[in-house]
């Protein structure tokens, strides 16, 4: 069958062009040293397309041609900084666990990101059709990118008014960057303190809270929205006002309030929350199993379409990398993943039993990454890839790693045996989470693109070059934050030292060791798991009465992560769902609210880069505070100097930007 005349006689156009792909690279490179340092320190990443679709917007515009085709690649390629730095949820555990010490190495972290990574474009391929084309999911961040880009690359006619919001756009993201780095400079100094909170007595037991006084924190709650910010209060609440005041009354001990409330709640509060994590992502994967199954069939039956010889007739905007250049891909990404697994091993305890162990890593990969492409893709399409559960899913793929290597290895190997075991279900967990991670970002990419009316194998091209650009920065960026900082529970650290709390690591890496040495205490995830029960009913029974919703993952989340976390979470939440509210009575109110998203991605963006700055700082000084000009005596006062400093900012910003906003609109 011939090319119909539409596709045919279609004239060329500026989409997939190298200097898109050197912008976005570049791009990639800042927001993926931001989002691993923010992942780090808060266990949140923040997605990455629209800020890179302004700052590519302002970029090419100063250049003589560009179209909103082009603009689309440079905001795909630079989507993989906030998906591949997912992979500082599992790989920190290795330094925990004291398997990598001194350096993090290059050359298997760079292969564990871009090996799953590249198998995570592969994988949601054929699941473009069924989860993006055929489907009604609202992938509310694709359409949000979708609109920046046409807003921001108008036609001729409204060239003016283009312009006028790109440049607003740039605006807010410098100026959110500038004023979060800044203040995180005074805090570095002293001056302000980083954290306020208080711990107190109850009883025989002990409870408190802490807050960290985070702009990155702020602009994260603004942009997962009030829902998901209630809910990670309710879990806040339940954590510290039920949870560590219960337990510490019913197992007292001496010593400071502070002390016994954050050692329960990190020794058993925590895994409460990972049960119900853990029971939240089984139910969404039952909710989903039909949905996806029906999406499959649906894709391979376009699939053979393709290859009968009637994919000529297909739109533009149908066109993936063929499927069977999909398949070679794939296949040829499993010598690499082989030899990445069984490089791991050799020279280890495991050394007899590399085949069998490899052989089960590889289909666990294989089949298991998928299936969680599958499930990321639909959560991506529900509810955005931002707020997707990848460390609920990360939770449960180390318990299946470590169960299965387990049963390989056999129960009764020896202690050092055991310990390479827990390591190497951590390393195969990392690369399950790259594939997850990116399959996740990739659709909501397509559906930008589809809205766009972009061409979806450019953009999928496009994609394996920010999977390459982040698989460079990842490894040396995690590796100089170690050398600052140092990751929470790993050997060897100083009673002075700060390090960062990789909250999901720490969290996975534990779970990991529990499996395979046999000490996990299942009694507090059971728990947990009930928990998880009671919160989906009650979310259910909310939905059904069309009350609301209280998504059970993000109430796990708020049981698991720290409340320094949590707290200014659920704050940017509030704040943004108040500046939303007033946005929508305004003649303009979409630009408007645009304009509070960008400056809530430059609040993430300045803290984060300071953060990786402070961190080359240290390690060139050998100084854990090199830009300290105080001693401890003046923090009475750095702390409510610091509260009052950052609501004082944080008022001027919003009405900044609120002004801003309006003065586009117009």
Not at 119 to 133: D, E, F, K
Not at 183 to 206: D, N, P, W
Request: proline share 5%.
């Amino acid at each position: 069958m011939t090319a119909s005349p539409a596709v045919r006689r279609e004239p060329d156009r500026l989409e997939l062009t190298f200097r898109g792909l050197v912008l976005g690279g570049l791009i990639t490179l800042l927001f993926t040293a931001a989002n691993v340092y923010l992942g780090l320190k808060v266990g949140l990443t923040f997605a990455s397309s629209i800020p890179a679709a302004v700052i590519s917007m302002a970029v090419l515009r100063m250049l003589r041609s560009t179209s909103i085709y082009e603009n689309n690649i440079v905001q795909t390629v630079a989507s993989a900084a906030g998906t591949l730095s997912s992979i500082i949820f599992v790989l920190p555990g290795l330094v925990m666990i004291g398997w990598w010490t001194g350096h993090i190495p290059f050359l298997p972290t760079f292969g564990i990101c871009a090996i799953g990574g590249v198998l995570g474009v592969m994988y949601s391929i054929p699941l473009r059709r069924a989860l993006v084309t055929e489907s009604d999911l609202p992938y509310p961040e694709g359409v949000a990118a979708a609109e920046v880009l046409k807003v921001g690359v108008g036609s001729r006619a409204h060239e003016a008014e283009a312009a006028a919001e790109g440049k607003a756009g740039l605006a807010a993201v410098i100026w959110g960057a500038v004023a979060s780095a800044g203040f995180a400079i005074v805090s570095a100094a002293k001056l302000f303190a980083s954290e306020a909170g208080t711990y107190f007595r109850i009883g025989r037991g002990a409870t408190g809270f802490n807050v960290s006084l985070s702009f990155a924190l702020l602009g994260a709650g603004h942009l997962v929205g009030l829902q998901v910010g209630l809910a990670m209060l309710v879990g806040l609440v339940l954590s510290w006002a039920v949870a560590v005041p219960l337990l510490t009354n019913l197992h007292p001990a001496a010593g400071a309030a502070a002390a016994v409330a954050t050692s329960v709640w990190s020794h058993q509060v925590r895994f409460i929350g990972a049960g119900a994590i853990g029971a939240s992502s089984i139910w969404t994967l039952g909710k989903l199993a039909m949905p996806v199954l029906n999406g499959l069939k649906s894709s391979m039956a376009a699939s053979r379409k393709h290859m009968s010889g009637q994919g000529a007739d297909l739109p533009r905007t149908e066109q993936d990398i063929p499927i069977v250049v999909v398949g070679l891909i794939c296949l040829a990404c499993l010598v690499p993943l082989a030899v990445l697994l069984a490089v791991f091993l050799h020279g280890g305890p495991l050394g007899g039993i590399i085949v069998p162990l490899v052989a089960s890593a590889v289909l666990y990969i294989v089949v298991a990454g998928f299936l969680v492409a599958a499930v990321c893709g639909y959560m991506a399409g529900l509810i955005g890839s931002s707020n997707s559960p990848v460390s609920g899913l990360a939770i449960l793929a180390v318990l299946g790693a470590g169960l299965m290597l387990l049963m390989v290895a056999g129960p009764h190997i020896d202690p050092a045996a055991r310990q390479a075991l827990v390591a190497f279900a951590l390393f195969v967990t990392a690369v399950l989470l790259s594939v997850a991670t990116i399959a996740n970002d990739n659709l909501q990419d397509l559906k930008t693109g589809q809205l766009v009316d972009a061409t979806p194998w450019r953009q999928q091209v496009a994609l394996l070059v920010g999977v390459i650009m982040g698989s460079l920065v990842i490894p040396p960026v995690i590796d100089l934050l170690n050398r600052a900082y140092g990751f929470a529970g790993s050997p060897g650290l100083s009673a002075t030292s700060n390090p960062l709390p990789a909250p999901q690591a720490t969290l996975i890496s534990a779970l990991a060791k529990g499996v395979i040495t046999g000490q996990l205490d299942w009694s507090l995830i059971g728990i947990g798991v009930v928990v998880g029960i009671g919160l989906i009913v009650v979310d259910e029974l909310l939905r059904a009465s069309k009350k609301g919703s209280v998504p059970p993952l993000a109430v796990g989340l708020g049981i698991y992560l720290p409340s320094s976390t949590t707290a200014f979470v659920v704050v940017g939440a509030v704040i943004g769902w108040a500046y939303d509210r007033w946005a929508d009575k305004l003649p303009n109110g979409e630009g408007v609210k645009r304009m509070g998203v960008l400056l809530a991605s430059g609040l993430i963006v300045g803290e984060s880069l300071w953060g990786v700055a402070l961190a080359g700082l240290i390690v060139a000084t050998g100084k854990s505070e090199p830009l300290a000009l105080v001693g401890g005596a003046f923090q009475a006062v750095a702390a409510p100097l610091g509260l009052v400093a950052f609501g004082v900012v944080t008022i001027g910003l919003y009405r900044w930007i609120a002004a801003l906003g309006r003065r586009t609109a117009s």
